[in-house]
């Protein structure tokens, strides 16, 4: 039986109440205990085996088996129960609000309408009397808005036939690629000088401006003006700066983060070789350049393998509850959905419409996380009976 607009708004609005904030973005962020602990009280009356399992000191994944009654093949249902955090709107962020078919909250479409849409679709599988041929596998995990260690344990662990990574996208899409990404440092040295002695001082932040300027224009150029037929434009974005001393001081280092984006076929060190090709550029017109690259994280994009007759089912279900066809795509977003393929997973991405995610006044579409957990239980039925 599909879910009802309460039992969607409820869920959504008690999870929306639970503060999740990951701690390697906020530090003062709780994590994800209490929602794990939340999660299982409410799994405690379905027939799901359900398990805590620590990632990270402080940071679990929940796992919910749901057993099939012959052996088969298990399905993976994925969604991630940590949030950013809530500076811009401190006041209204945990305070569930409904206006329409849209709830507004901390989470509520990245990804806490992902865990109600999988918890839900669990509980109407359960409630189905299906005699299932394997195992449906709710794998609620840690660490989505950071390294993704929650999802890259359950990966490593085996076990899994196949995957839906839920995040928040169109409800008819049905997602078979993304990008990958890399998050990068660009670093100038100078030479600190008196700011009265030019000659003798090399300004870091000067010399990064220059390759700012460059960055910006092989986005709006090579990027921008080639997307892919599939993921849309390789994403890039200046995220942090920092650098210099003092105003009396020329600066002797500067830094920016940024985040860039590879399609499938590319890898990080395309990239690379693009920032090293802007020092160079930059090094001939301004005197004692100095650049360097860092990298502190690197993602490999996504192309699902193997996937086919998963996808088969999932498109069925699709037009059957939204009356149409699903559009088969790609996205510029990078998901965890690339490290269960990579563990040899056969993975799609699917999703329910939200907005303003990791801003103020984010929000989920009531209707369209019922409508997914309604495919979704489709779905797990058809794959294992």
């Avoid at 509980?123 to 840690?142: E, I, K, M, N, Y």
């Amino acid at each position: 039986m599909p879910a009802t607009t309460k039992q969607v708004t409820d869920l959504l609005a008690a999870l929306i109440r639970i503060e999740s904030i990951a701690p390697c973005i906020v530090p003062t962020g709780s994590g994800e205990q209490a929602m794990a602990r939340y999660i299982a009280e409410w799994l405690s009356d379905t027939a799901a085996d359900v398990e805590i399992v620590e990632v990270e000191p402080g940071r679990p994944n929940v796992i919910a088996r749901l057993r099939g009654t012959e052996a088969g093949p298990t399905l993976c249902l994925n969604a991630h129960t940590d949030t950013v955090g809530f500076e811009s709107w401190p006041d209204a962020a945990l305070v569930p609000r409904l206006n329409g078919n849209r709830m507004y909250g901390l989470g509520a479409s990245d990804d806490k309408s992902g865990c109600a849409a999988a918890l839900l679709a669990l509980r109407s599988v359960a409630r189905s009397g299906t005699a299932l041929r394997g195992d449906l596998l709710v794998a609620l995990v840690a660490d989505g808005e950071g390294v993704s260690a929650g999802s890259a344990q359950l990966a490593s662990q085996g076990g899994i036939d196949a995957a839906i990574v839920i995040e928040p996208q169109p409800t008819d899409w049905l997602v078979v690629e993304h990008q990958g990404f890399g998050w990068i440092n660009v670093i100038t040295r100078g030479v600190a000088a008196h700011g009265s002695a030019p000659e003798t001082g090399v300004d870091a932040i000067v010399h990064l401006a220059e390759v700012i300027t460059r960055l910006h224009r092989l986005d709006r150029t090579k990027f921008q003006l080639n997307p892919s037929l599939l993921n849309g434009p390789t994403v890039f974005h200046a995220a942090t700066i920092r650098g210099g001393t003092h105003y009396a001081t020329y600066p002797d280092y500067a830094e920016l983060g940024i985040a860039v984006g590879t399609q499938p076929g590319e890898q990080l060190s395309d990239r690379i070789a693009e920032i090293e090709a802007i020092f160079a550029e930059v090094s001939k017109t301004e005197q004692g350049f100095n650049g360097e690259i860092r990298i502190t994280l690197e993602r490999e994009p996504f192309v699902a393998e193997g996937q086919e007759a998963l996808q088969e089912i999932a498109e069925k279900a699709m037009t059957e509850v939204l009356g149409k066809k699903p559009t088969v795509t790609g996205m510029n977003a990078w998901r965890d959905a690339a490290l269960m393929q990579a563990a040899g997973i056969p993975t799609l991405l699917m999703g329910s419409t939200g907005g303003n995610a990791h801003a103020a006044n984010e929000w989920a579409a009531i209707s369209d996380i019922g409508k997914l957990s309604e495919i979704l239980s489709r779905v797990a039925i058809t794959y294992l009976t």
